[in-house]
């Protein structure tokens, strides 16, 4: 009798513990899948992400001429989504197209991402413009803006001005001739753009665009900085040395056992839209 009562509170507390023991096992299987990528502390939740980032969009777009083409809007969006298909990033992605002469792309928390049209004028196909929507869903994906912001090197996200956290001193400046251009003191971490690198080479080549779109992208952007000093964004050339982006993004793809073959380098589509933006789609 002892025996068994004992034996039946060590099947109830069996079966009370199971459910508990389910969760402990989800928990562990959430967060591992949570580890890769966007690992490490955040203070914001993804609903918290989303609203911030919706309403930084929201003022992005009041200020920024987005390009409402219904064919390059429908365009870039796609991109991105076939590229964001690969990153498992924990909210919807938004891709979106600014019009803008400077060489800039930028994403806010939330996963809203902007390329200006100055980076489809200069991509020489699809699968190099691609590498930069793949980078910007990475940080998109691995959360770097509360990240960042968690770890306190933007205490206030929200009531950081836009400029700052954008990189949009040349348009600012622009806005009010003669004043000097806003500091844009803010970027991601190193470790962070070289874990956009990362994660967005992963993107690139198994949407199946050739990765080594990206070290071509890399090359044309130092180059226009170089002919062209003042085009490429700040924040942009805040990332780390074109030098190093290269040669890690090189032995990245010497890794990738895909066949190069198969990899997709340039679409009709990409063709058809850039001519669009070439004309000044609004
Ligand atoms: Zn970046």
């Not at 050339?237 to 793809?253: E, N, V, Y």
Request: hydrophobic share 45%.
């Amino acid at each position: 009798m002892e025996w068994m009562s004992r034996f039946a509170f060590r099947t109830q507390s069996f079966v009370a513990a199971t459910p508990l023991l389910a969760v402990g096992i989800l928990a562990c299987a959430l967060s591992a899948v949570a580890a890769e990528p966007g690992k490490g502390v955040n203070l914001y939740s993804i609903p918290q992400e989303i609203a911030l980032g919706r309403q930084m969009a929201a003022e992005v777009e009041k200020q920024a001429h987005v390009v409402n083409d219904p064919i390059v809007a429908e365009y870039i969006n796609r991109l991105g989504q076939n590229l964001a298909l690969q990153a498992n990033a924990p909210f919807p992605v938004t891709v979106k197209m600014i019009r803008s002469d400077e060489v800039n792309a930028f994403t806010l928390p939330g996963g809203f991402v902007y390329v200006n049209s100055s980076l489809m004028k200069m991509a020489d196909n699809e699968a190099e413009l691609a590498s930069v929507v793949a980078h910007e869903i990475g940080h998109a994906a691995a959360r770097h803006a509360t990240r960042q912001a968690t770890r306190g090197k933007l205490s206030k996200l929200a009531a950081i001005p836009l400029t700052a956290l954008t990189g949009w001193g040349g348009f600012a400046a622009r806005q009010v001739a003669g004043a000097a251009a806003p500091v844009a003191g803010l970027s991601f971490s190193r470790e962070f753009e070289t874990e956009a690198d990362r994660l967005g080479l992963g993107y690139l080549s198994e949407a199946g665009y050739d990765p080594n779109a990206s070290v071509e992208m890399f090359e044309r952007i130092a180059s226009m900085e170089r002919k062209t000093p003042g085009a490429v964004a700040k924040l942009f050339l805040s990332h780390p040395p074109m030098g190093d982006r290269i040669l890690k993004t090189q032995a990245a793809i010497a890794k990738l056992t895909r066949e190069a073959t198969a990899y997709i380098v340039n679409t009709s589509d990409f063709e058809t839209v850039r001519a669009r933006v070439m004309a000044g789609a609004e």
